[in-house]
């Protein structure tokens, strides 16, 4: 069915800048809308960011706007995550994750994915 390895996370203090990456495994997913969503403790899984197939379209959750960029890279096969100027809100578990319908766009909802990675901890300290 083919995986998601996503990649990256660690501890970085507030107003620093990580990149992940997220990169398939037994499949390619360059036509798929793929993006990045984040779990803290004690709270659901939720959006951060969203990009096409065909990168013409990128959405946001409106408290990383500004600061986290979602790019993709075909030939590398690869989706990242830039992060700058992290706050110690930002720290939880990153997901990468491919629409469970293709190119389908967008992708707000848990319930619209079909796959997902197996999580990255990102800790911003204050």
């Known amino acids: 069915q083919g995986q998601l390895e996503d990649s990256g996370g660690g501890l970085v203090q507030a107003g620093g800048s990580l990149r992940l990456s997220c990169t398939p495994s037994g499949r390619t997913f360059t036509t798929y809308t793929m993006g990045w969503f984040r779990q803290a403790p004690g709270k659901e899984r939720e959006f951060v960011a969203a990009i096409t197939w065909s990168s013409s379209r990128t959405v946001y959750a409106d408290t990383i706007k500004g600061r986290f960029t979602i790019a993709r890279d075909d030939a590398r096969n690869t989706v990242y995550l830039q992060m700058n100027r992290l706050k110690p809100e930002d720290t939880a578990v990153y997901y990468c994750?491919?629409?469970?319908?293709?190119?389908?766009?967008?992708?707000?909802?848990?319930?619209?994915?079909?796959?997902w990675g197996q999580g990255t901890q990102v800790t911003v300290s204050s």
């Open positions: 994750a491919a629409h469970r319908l293709g190119a389908t766009w967008p992708m707000l909802k848990s319930g619209d994915v079909g796959f």
